[in-house]
């Protein structure tokens, strides 16, 4: 009896069903047995232990290096203000900003008219006042001559006419007093310039009128500079006592090198502020290297210290610590004792033993102590 088509169709879906799971079985055959023949080296031994770059450093003896940074300031710094008032009748080539001025350099004129008369009148009352003594010294003379010729001793002083005598000499002195003050008002209308420098700024004109006090120009002397330096405690330890007469090392803030500075004082008190003790220091004829508001850097040698270990800085990890290798190539951790900072090097107390030691230039965060390691040394720069 013949099939229907109703009666084939379902056997062939039935075929293709059957068909795809054979050809997804061999599929997943295929791709597990890939797997399984991966390539895979085998290793017989432990892992490789990893490269780490170590410098080789030795104990020594090294010299303490104390550095701060500093501004460079005129010793002398002022604004030159009016000592009399009046108006300007002359402002001098030197009262320009920008110009270099030597002492004594006359600034600005003052009008004189009534500082002329104050004169005047004080040397008036000055020859007035050595009349009156003189009148009062004959009169002494005359007295003590009356009561010799009588015969007859003085009752008191009043009677020799001594009170009138010693009223007259201090009115002479008061007289010449008011004379010296009027000479010195007089004086003070030629402005000149008390110390040598720069004027940096003018801030008075031709005609204007000044009062007492008010400013003219603003000099800043260049012949002598000072630097105050704030050191810690502990960097204040460092340095080779006394200070007072030594020599710093100026540095501009490129590394350049400017000069030297001689201590003055230091350290003989804190600062109230910061806790710090601070170093005087001065620089005498600086020449053109060195200017005024300049920030520099100071450098101090300081004391001798015995054992100790120099590296570079970048051997310091974040949290505090060196990693020394040693002779089996396995890392130690230890925590420094730093004497100091030198630039980029690192100078610590070394630790026990004759050492060479190898230092961990680079430490990474996933040294473990004991871990074994392959050295390799840096390149010498």
């Known amino acids: 009896m013949a099939e229907t088509p109703t009666e084939v169709a379902p056997r062939r879906q039935w075929r293709w069903i059957i068909l795809s799971l054979i050809v997804l079985m061999a599929a997943f055959v295929l ?3 890939e797997e399984d023949i991966a390539d895979v080296t085998r290793l017989d031994g432990p892992p490789p232990a990893p490269v780490v770059t170590v410098s080789e450093v030795v104990p020594t ?15 002398w710094d002022a604004e030159i203000r009016a000592a009399v008032s009046g108006r300007i009748i002359e402002v001098h080539q030197g009262a320009q900003a920008g110009e270099r001025v030597s002492v004594g350099a006359p600034l600005f004129s003052i009008e004189k008219t009534q500082y002329q008369t104050a004169v005047a009148a004080a040397e008036l009352n000055l020859e007035e006042a050595k009349l009156a003594l003189w009148r009062a010294k004959n009169g002494v003379t005359l007295a003590r001559a009356e009561f010799k010729r009588a015969g007859t001793k003085p009752p008191n002083e009043l009677a020799l006419r001594l009170p009138q005598r010693r009223i007259a000499e201090r009115a002479v002195a008061s007289a010449e007093a008011q004379l010296e003050s009027a000479g010195r008002q007089l004086a003070d209308t030629d402005v000149s310039a008390p110390f040598a420098g720069y004027v940096t700024r003018r ?3 031709l005609g204007q009128t000044v009062a007492v006090g008010e400013p003219l120009v603003h000099l800043s002397d260049d012949s002598r500079f000072e630097l105050v330096v704030e050191l810690s405690q502990a960097e204040w330890a460092l340095l080779d006592h006394p200070i007072t007469g030594t020599y710093a090392n100026l540095f501009h803030r490129d590394g350049t090198a400017l000069g030297r500075a001689q201590v ?8 109230p502020q910061t806790r710090q003790r601070r170093i005087f220091l001065e620089v005498a004829e600086p020449g053109d290297s060195i200017l005024a508001g300049d920030f520099v850097r100071v450098a101090f040698d300081g004391r001798r210290i015995a054992d100790t270990l120099t590296m570079p800085e970048s ?13 089996e190539d396995r ?16 100078v610590i107390a070394a630790p026990e033993g004759p050492g060479p030691w190898r230092v961990a230039v680079t430490p990474l965060a996933a040294f473990l102590p004991g871990q074994r390691v392959t050295p390799q040394l840096a390149e010498v720069m």
Do not use: C, K, N, Y
């Open 61 to 75: 003896e090294a010299v303490a290096r104390v550095s701060a940074f500093s501004e460079v300031r005129p010793r």
């Open 331 to 346: 890392l130690v951790r230890t925590e420094p004792h730093i004497h100091f900072r030198a630039g980029d090097q690192l």
């Open 31 to 33: 791709v597990w047995g």
């Open 264 to 271: 003055r004082r230091g350290g003989d008190f804190l600062d």
């Open 315 to 327: 051997a310091l990890s974040r949290a505090g610590h060196v990693w020394l290798v040693t002779a």
């Open 203 to 205: 801030m008075a004109s």
